[in-house]
C-alpha cells in the first residue's frame, strides 16, 4: 500500500502532520488485529524521516508481527521509486568499487537484491484509485509486468466489494509476461 510518498512531504505542513497521525492511530488500532490474523507488517522506503514516535511504534509493530506468516501488509512510507532505484544503484557501485561485485555479475535479479523490495515476489495487481491515469512513482521497477486495476473509487471508500471486482477482473485476464 501506498501510504504516504517522499514527494508528500512537499504538502502543507498541518496536512503532513495529520497523515501522520494518520498513520499512528491506525498502528495502534490495527496492531492487535494484524497479530491475531497472522498479519505480517512491513515498511518500505526512507522511515527515518517519520516522526520519532510514529517512527518507534511501526518498528514495534514490525517486530510483533514478524511471525506471522498469513499475509504481509507492506507499507510504502516516505517512499519513491526513483530514489529507491537510485538508491540501489549506488549500493551496487560500492560493491563494485570495493571489489565485491564485478559489472558483468549484474543481471535483473541482482539489481532486485538491492530494492527496498529484495525477497518480495513483484505484485501481479496494482490497484490505482480516484480516478487517476498514473502511478505516481510507485514501484517502478516491480510492477513491469503488474496488471493493473483502475476506479473512480477514492481510496477511502474503497470497500471489500470493490475489492472482489478487482480481483474478479484480474482473474478473467491472461497474462502471457512478454510470450505468445
Known amino acids: ?36 490474523k497472522g498479519v505480517r507488517l512491513l515498511a518500505i522506503g526512507d522511515t527515518s524521516r517519520l516522526p520519532k514516535r510514529t517512527r518507534e511504534l511501526l518498528e514495534r509493530s514490525i517486530e510483533q508481527t514478524a511471525g506471522n506468516t498469513k499475509i504481509n ?25 570495493a571489489g565485491e561485485l564485478h ?29 487517476e491515469m498514473r502511478i505516481s512513482n510507485f514501484l517502478l521497477w516491480q510492477i513491469s509486468y503488474a496488471e493493473l486495476y483502475l476506479t473512480d473509487t477514492l481510496w477511502p471508500d474503497f470497500s471489500e466489494r470493490d475489492m472482489e471486482m478487482a480481483v474478479k477482473d484480474y482473474a ?9
Open 172 to 180: 478473467r485476464r491472461t497474462r502471457r509476461f512478454g510470450g505468445i
Open 1 to 36: 500500500m501506498y501510504a504516504f510518498s517522499s514527494e508528500n512531504w512537499n504538502r502543507p505542513k498541518t496536512e503532513v502532520q495529520a497523515l501522520m497521525l494518520l498513520l499512528h492511530d491506525f498502528l495502534k488500532k490495527r496492531l492487535r488485529e494484524m497479530k491475531n
Open 103 to 131: 559489472p558483468d555479475a549484474i543481471t535483473e535479479e541482482t539489481f532486485g537484491q538491492y530494492l527496498d523490495t529484495a525477497g518480495m515476489p513483484d505484485p501481479d495487481l496494482l490497484i490505482r484509485t480516484s480516478g
Open 73 to 97: 501488509l507492506v507499507l510504502a512510507l516516505s517512499y519513491g521509486s526513483r530514489a529507491e532505484i537510485a538508491g540501489a544503484a549506488r549500493k551496487i557501485a560500492e560493491k563494485i568499487s
